[in-house]
């Protein structure tokens, strides 16, 4: 980069550029020139600081360890100190492992057809399956498209329940892998165990399952959509490793069975996934909240609107160019919400519009599912159609494209369409009791939650110290998002010491409680959450909870009696996950439930427990996070990063046990910025300035003003606009005056 040649140049300029990679490099190198001074830095660390003067050149091996996986920033600081130059470069190289498959799809499966209970050995690296037969996927039967065939037992009306597959593969050394991704192929239910620790499982219930346990449903996909899941890359060893599934049919009459599986070791993550918006009355919208749902198996229109009741909303409807804006930015960039047709068309989510029976077909007599006036109408080119009897339901559709903004009718029975969007008119945002970003800096971090008693830091039994982490070093890894860093624990929980982040005085707030909520972010750091390690805690003697971590499991303990979490759900090292226990002393039964979730992966229920406590009893104790509270002789320190900490409580009812919907709204509230900020850019071309902003969200035009003093004068830009759908494009003459230039709706 280089100024203009004039005496007036600026004496410093400021660069960024955030650069997003798979797997963390292996090596890394710069090389940096600045005339006359200059710095660079990467992700908040300084590596080059030139104060020679006049231009001087560095070349650089970098440590791996400044870089992490995800979205990573480069920062570089040019000063001039002789007009009227001011040039810096910057090249660097990183060299970043691709992506690995431990375990191809269509690969050689040991399996066990005949029906026999094999309870809880097989899953084990140990167990020896050598008696078992092998074979290719896809296995299973019924379907045609199997490469090997399983046996259903010998009656076909009362078909076994379940199957079982193992599968070894062999890695020199796990601690190269940074992440972990299954893909799986399944009809009807599966849990995948790797390594004889459970990782994943679907369309069956939670808690223990016999080989007798028929899935929760039939899979409408037929077992032809592959299903993407991150994985605890700690469950990884070096040397030897085995995946086991168990498939478990719907019922003992099911005509097929289907399973095939794939694993892969630093994979491209996909960039943070965000389920929900809010169209708040300040920007003139209705207040209401937006969530698109992902369906992969298809869903009926009906079973949608059933399904979006049951959420707490109903499926959306649209009244005008800005609230169908809003809600084709919330699902233009998820590939997962459309299905793809032959034709080019891509069938986008349900929303709430119908045709009454015995309506004029095809446009007569629709109406939104709330009875609001269908006066605002988006069809795309030749619709409504009724192309085949009985469209009358209404969804988004990307005419020969791979998203759109327009709508189709299509029948409420098709279950080809993979996702709707709901509504909801209640504010989902839930108000945490306490809350902590980490985003400031300093020996304290403010409480944004109703309780505002800051947590101050502390290295030791009371010795302050600063454990921010760096600029945009927190979860959504943005500008101005820091988290709390104790990665310079000696260890982890019982096995080092470390910081912590207490509130000294007694917060009464969160005493008493009789539901809870305990939520936050972490990432471990060299090791998975183990021995103890403290997340957040307000306990004296047999009173209070705590909310600590073992073998990549969570404990919840409430007035002294915990429940922990089996799968070691919460043992992935190096990335961000999502965490929520919640806790309901209104209820005897299953109210203990534990939730994870990443940056690019929604939040899910990945445990139900049982603690009979009632009333969480209050105390006089601190509220600490990330070690014990003590003296400093007891320390049991969660070793790595801890990011928007926040309680949630209730005294006298089950409110404070938050549901998944706001667990969701937390989630991706945190990973990004929920309404996008428009951008106006503008470029020279030719003898022209064109000038060009998002067409989503819509509404916005060019405005335009001669002076910005005394008090502008803003008129509306009366030049074509033309519009590619991505973005909206003003050419202006520069032989025009000087003029400003702003959006506005």
């Not at 539901?515 to 047999?542: E, H, M």
Request: contains cysteine; hydrophobic residues 35%; negative net charge.
């Amino acid at each position: 980069m280089r100024s203009n040649l004039s005496a007036s140049s600026p004496s410093q300029v400021w660069s960024r550029h955030v650069f997003t990679l798979p797997a963390l490099p292996t090596s890394a190198s710069g090389s940096f020139s600045f005339d006359d001074d200059g710095q660079v830095y990467v992700n908040g660390i300084l590596v080059v600081n030139d104060t020679g003067g006049g231009a001087t050149s560095f070349n650089l091996q970098l440590a791996t360890n400044r870089f992490v996986v995800g979205e990573n920033l480069i920062a570089v600081h040019g000063i001039n100190t002789v007009a009227p130059y001011n040039n810096f470069s910057v090249d660097l190289a990183l060299d970043v492992p691709s992506e690995t498959t431990l375990v191809a799809t269509g690969s050689v499966w040991k399996y066990l057809d005949n029906g026999s209970d094999q309870q809880s050995a097989w899953r084990t690296l140990a167990f020896d399956d050598t008696v078992w037969l092998s074979g290719p996927a896809q296995l299973g039967y019924g379907d045609g498209d199997e490469a090997t065939t399983n046996s259903f037992g010998p009656d076909p009306a009362n078909k076994y329940a379940t199957t079982y597959y193992r599968h070894s593969f062999v890695i020199s050394n796990a601690s190269f892998f940074t992440n972990l991704q299954l893909r799986l192929l399944r009809d009807d239910g599966a849990i995948v165990y790797l390594n004889g620790f459970e990782v994943y499982r679907c369309n069956l219930p939670t808690g223990a399952v016999s080989y007798a346990t028929f899935a929760q449903s039939a899979v409408l996909d037929d077992g032809t959509i592959w299903i993407p899941a991150d994985l605890p890359v700690a469950a990884l060893r070096s040397g030897t490793n085995v995946v086991a599934v168990e498939m478990h049919q719907n019922s003992g009459a099911s005509t097929d069975l289907s399973f095939d599986l794939a694993l892969i070791g630093n994979f491209l993550n996909a960039p943070a996934k965000v389920n929900f918006s809010h169209w708040p009355a300040t920007l003139g919208g209705n207040d209401h909240y937006y969530e698109s749902v992902s369906v992969p198996s298809g869903i009926t229109w009906d079973a949608a609107s059933t399904a979006a009741t049951n959420r707490g909303g109903y499926l959306a409807t649209i009244t005008s160019e800005q609230e169908n804006a809003v809600l084709f930015q919330l699902i233009k960039g998820r590939p997962e919400l459309w299905a793809h047709r032959p034709s080019g068309d891509a069938w986008g989510p349900w929303i709430g519009g119908l045709q009454p029976v015995g309506s004029v077909e095809p446009g007569g007599g629709w109406s939104w599912i709330t009875g609001e006036p269908f006066t605002y109408t988006n069809w795309g080119s030749g619709e409504p159609s009724n192309t085949s009897p009985g469209e009358d339901r209404l969804h988004f559709i990307g005419k020969k494209a791979a998203v759109g903004d327009s709508w189709n009718d299509k029948s409420h029975l098709d279950n080809i369409v993979v996702s709707y969007v709901v509504e909801y008119e209640q504010d989902i945002n839930p108000t945490p009791i306490l809350e902590f970003k980490f985003d400031e800096t300093g020996t304290n971090a403010p409480s944004t939650g109703l309780a505002t008693n800051a947590a101050t830091f502390l290295s030791g039994a009371a010795v302050r110290r600063d454990f921010h982490s760096s600029d945009a070093q927190g979860v959504s890894g943005r500008p101005g998002d820091r988290a709390f860093d104790n990665s310079l624990s000696s260890g982890m929980g019982s096995n080092g010491s470390g910081g912590r982040a207490t509130i000294a005085s007694d917060d009464q707030a969160a005493d008493g409680l009789l539901s809870l909520t305990l939520q936050g972010w972490f990432r471990a750091d060299g090791v998975a959450i183990d021995n103890l390690s403290r997340l957040i805690t307000k306990q004296l003697g047999s009173t209070g909870f705590l909310l600590l971590g073992t073998g990549g499991n969570l404990d919840l303990e409430i007035n002294n009696v915990g429940s922990t979490s089996t799968g070691a759900y919460y043992a992935d090292v190096g990335v961000w996950v999502f965490f929520a226990v919640t806790y309901d002393g209104t209820a005897t039964n299953n109210n203990v439930r534990f939730y994870r979730g990443l940056r690019t992966n929604s939040v899910n229920l990945r445990e139900t427990r049982t603690l009979n406590q009632g009333r969480i009893l209050a105390n006089s104790g601190s509220i600490t996070i990330g070690n014990a509270n003590s003296d400093g002789s007891l320390m049991r320190p969660f070793a790595g990063w801890l990011d928007n900490v926040r309680v949630f409580g209730n005294k006298t009812n089950s409110s404070g046990a938050l549901p998944l919907q706001q667990l969701e709204w937390l989630r991706a509230k945190d990973v990004q910025n929920l309404s996008e900020p428009e951008t106006l850019s503008v470029t020279q071309a030719g003898l022209s300035a064109q000038l060009q902003w998002p067409a989503y969200p819509g509404g916005f035009h060019l405005e335009t003003t001669a002076a910005f003093t005394p008090i502008p004068t803003w008129t509306v830009v009366t030049n074509p606009v033309q519009n590619d759908f991505k973005q909206n494009t003003v050419t202006i003459p520069t032989s025009d005056p000087n003029r400003f230039f702003r959006l506005a709706r």
